[in-house]
């Protein structure tokens, strides 16, 4: 089993009993990216979970701060080794809410949405341990998501004199 150290090292898996692992590892696949690579988009369905093996992956929200303005790339968060991605491949309507591209040269262990809901609804534990870990992994993102969306509505604001001064 190839995966087994990204598996159980990985923040969303690493609460798995070996068996469990195993039955992770049965559905899913090692791929690897060159740099620079579009892993996918955001709005774009997704049917399959990351988990970075080796390198860096880059999760990138589009803002348009205003109405016919331009399109700013922020990137929210960095996706290192044994960190886990593509969350949406288990949550309805499984569409990708950031854009994610390759930093570095990467190894990933992609895993089939789909199977790994079934695997979770046979086994409650598993399931329970999973979606728990996930939770907490959304909670991170959308925190990022937020500081980096108020980051940027602050040059938004009009900017002028805070006092102004007359003279009488």
């Known amino acids: 089993m190839s995966e087994a150290p990204a598996l159980t090292e990985s923040v969303l898996l690493r609460g798995l ?3 469990q692992l195993q039955k992770v590892a049965a559905v899913s696949r090692t791929v690897e990216y060159p740099p620079d ?15 970075v093996e080796r390198g860096r992956v880059k999760l ?8 016919g303005g331009s399109t700013l790339l922020h990137v929210v968060h960095v996706i290192g080794p044994y ?5 949406s ?11 994610a591209y390759t930093g570095t040269g990467c ?12 695997l979770m609804e046979q086994d409650p534990v598993m399931g329970y341990r999973v979606m728990t870990a996930l939770a907490g992994l ?13 980051a940027e509505r602050a040059t938004d604001i009009v900017r ?9």
């Open 17 to 19: 009993e070996p068996e």
């Open 60 to 67: 990138i929200m589009a803002a348009v701060l205003w109405e």
């Open 83 to 87: 960190g886990a991605f593509g969350w």
């Open 89 to 99: 491949a288990l949550v309805e309507p499984h569409r990708a809410t950031l854009s």
């Open 37 to 51: 690579s579009t892993l996918f988009k955001e709005g774009d369905p997704l049917e399959e979970l990351y988990i």
């Open 138 to 150: 959304i909670a991170q993102r959308l925190e990022a998501t937020r500081r980096c969306l108020a």
């Open 107 to 118: 190894r990933l262990v992609a895993i089939r949405g789909a199977e790994l809901l079934g």
């Open 160 to 168: 002028g004199p805070v006092l102004r001064y007359t003279r009488a």
